[in-house]
Structures are given as structure tokens and as C-alpha cells.
């Protein structure tokens, strides 16, 4: 009976999966929201199963991709599916909520290289060299109209501007994409979760933001990141590549840990929740103080901000 029924939600659940997939193909708008939509039915899956038959769902969702659709949707459904599956899974175990994010995260991530690799072989599309071939254009298209009013040494200084930008862009590429994976990951696991809790009557939910708390050894990748910052200095190499997109991503994760530790304190002194927001509101408007968020998020994972200010209660 057990074994019946899910089949029998495997099939359903492929099936919303593909009408998801081809209104997102042939309506206009409709993929700003199906694309956080689209990994939700092997969330479901999975987080009634666990990942194994859910793999078997994925395998014949991709089949049906390539049937029923066309072979260049296919890094859209293998994207979706490992995102959602990783999702789930983590709902089967029972894991927190910013911990299932992070899996969800890591799923995203490997169906984002497959759809850059796909690309790269299969369409013989090199994504970042078209990229930067676009913004090369739009540069020249902008150019042509600023220099009627600009003087020949500000254009000059403007057009190098300009190559930085495309350059750092170029170069950060895989951050960019590790964000992306990060975003999706989150807005669909809340997704989810409002379907699980009205479907299945759970209770799934994010916890309170002031109780995120990364991994100590961020604080470790971090040191390397900046070290390596200072031994890679050549722009055209990988390891400066590498060092570069490394040290952005766990700037950000401090970041963040800074922010949550603001939410954290309010919260302990009983201070208005206006505080914290005020100050996010600052570390976006103005980017120099994120430093300090930054430096508050490093104390908090290098020394235990939280756990000293509850051992004083």
C-alpha cells in the first residue's frame, strides 16, 4: 500500500512539475515566481521519502524534460531537482531550518555548474565570455552618447571604470553564482514550507533571524582568504580568482553573522527591534559600515559573543 501511494505521488508530483515547467516556457512573467516554485514538488517528494526514490522521480522527470519538452530545458529540471531533492531530504531528517538552507544551497550550486557546463559543451555557448561581450557593447552603446558631453580625459577616465567593472564582474563570477544558489535555495524552502504546513499540517519555519549562527570555522576560511589576498596579487591569475570570489563569500557570511548578532542583543537587552533594522538599513545605504558589521560578526564567531552574554544570566 505504502509502495502504491508513492508511486502514485511520484507520478502526480511529475506531473505538476512539468506543468510548472511549460507554463514557465510559454507564459510571459509567470518564471519571475515559478522558477521558486519549480523545485516544490520534489521538496514535497522528498521530504515524504528521503532522497532515494526521490532520485528515481528526478531520473523520470528528466525523461519527460526531454520528451515532452525540448533537450535545452534540461538544465532547468536537473537544477530544480537536485535543489528541491536536497531541500527535502533535509525536511525528511528533521534538520534545522538554516541547515536544510544550507543543503539547499549546496543542490542549487551543483545544478548551476551542470547548467554553466551544459551550456559550455552541449550549446557551445561560453556564458562569462558572452557576458562580457554583452557588457562590451552596452559599454560602446554607452560611450557613443556620453562622450557628445564629456571631455576627452573624463571619458577616458569613465571608459576604465567601465573595463574594471567588467573585469571584476568576469572575476567573480562564481560568487555571483554562489548567491544566486543561496537566494533560491531560500525563497524556495519558504515556499515549501507554506505549502508542507497547509497540506500536511505541519509546522515548518524559519527560526527568529538573531539565531543564525554560521559554523565557527567561517571565522579560519576567512584569515585564509585574506592571507591568500595578499600572496595572489596578479588580476589575470586563477588563484587570484579564486582567493578573490572566496574572501567576498565569507565577507558576507560575517556580515550577516553581524547583523544576526544585532537582532541577537536587541533581543537580549530588550531594545526595540527598530534598532537592528535601523541598522541594516545604514550597513546598505552606507557600505562602510558594514566594516563594522563585518568586525561585530567576526568577534561573535571568534569568541563566543553570544554564549558570554548568556553565561552572565
Given at each position: 500500500m505504502n509502495h502504491s501511494k508513492q508511486l502514485t505521488d511520484g507520478a502526480l508530483l511529475t506531473l505538476i512539475f512539468m506543468g510548472l515547467l511549460l507554463v514557465s516556457l510559454f507564459v510571459p512573467i509567470i518564471p519571475i515566481v515559478s522558477i521558486f516554485l519549480?523545485?516544490?514538488?520534489?521538496?514535497?517528494?522528498?521530504?515524504?521519502?528521503?532522497?532515494?526514490p526521490a532520485l528515481i522521480m528526478f531520473a523520470f522527470s528528466i525523461v519527460m524534460t526531454i520528451l515532452f519538452t525540448t533537450v535545452y530545458t534540461l538544465p532547468m529540471t536537473v537544477l530544480m531537482g537536485l535543489g528541491g531533492i536536497m531541500i527535502g531530504s533535509s525536511i525528511y531528517r528533521k534538520l534545522s531550518a538554516y541547515e536544510t538552507w544550507a543543503r539547499g544551497t549546496f543542490g542549487f550550486i551543483i545544478g548551476l555548474l551542470f547548467?554553466?557546463?551544459?551550456?559550455?559543451?552541449?550549446?557551445?555557448?561560453?556564458v562569462?565570455?558572452?557576458m562580457e561581450q554583452i557588457f562590451n557593447e552596452s559599454m560602446e552603446m554607452s560611450t557613443g552618447v556620453i562622450e557628445q558631453f564629456t571631455a576627452e580625459a573624463q571619458l577616458e577616465e569613465i571608459d576604465e571604470?567601465?573595463?574594471q567593472?567588467?573585469?571584476?564582474?568576469?572575476?567573480?563570477?562564481?560568487?555571483?553564482?554562489?548567491?544566486?544558489?543561496i537566494l533560491m535555495a531560500f525563497l524556495s524552502q519558504w515556499f515549501s514550507y507554506k505549502f508542507l504546513n497547509r497540506i500536511e499540517r505541519k509546522d515548518l519555519r524559519f527560526p527568529p533571524f538573531r539565531e543564525l549562527r554560521f559554523p565557527n570555522s567561517i571565522i579560519f576560511v576567512y584569515?585564509?582568504?585574506?592571507?591568500?589576498?595578499?600572496?595572489?596579487?596578479?588580476?589575470?591569475?586563477l588563484q587570484y580568482m579564486a582567493t578573490q570570489n572566496l574572501l567576498l563569500l565569507t565577507q558576507m557570511l560575517v556580515t550577516i553573522q553581524g547583523f544576526s548578532f544585532l537582532f541577537f542583543y536587541a533581543n537580549y537587552k530588550k531594545i526595540t527591534k527598530a534598532f537592528p533594522i535601523i541598522?541594516?538599513?545604514?550597513?546598505?545605504?552606507?557600505?562602510?559600515?558594514?566594516?563594522?558589521?563585518?568586525?561585530?560578526?567576526?568577534?561573535d564567531l571568534g569568541f563566543g559573543l553570544r554564549d558570554k552574554l548568556a553565561e552572565k544570566d
Open positions: 519549480l523545485p516544490i514538488p520534489f521538496i514535497i517528494y522528498s521530504s515524504r521519502y528521503d532522497w532515494k547548467a554553466f557546463v551544459f551550456t559550455q559543451f552541449v550549446f557551445q555557448i561560453n562569462i565570455d558572452t571604470i567601465m573595463q567593472t567588467i573585469h571584476a564582474f568576469v572575476t567573480l563570477f562564481p560568487f555571483f553564482l554562489a548567491t544566486i544558489a584569515v585564509i582568504a585574506l592571507l591568500f589576498a595578499f600572496i595572489f596579487t596578479d588580476p589575470e591569475s541598522c541594516v538599513v545604514i550597513g546598505v545605504l552606507f557600505p562602510m559600515m558594514l566594516f563594522i558589521i563585518r568586525f561585530i560578526g567576526i568577534f
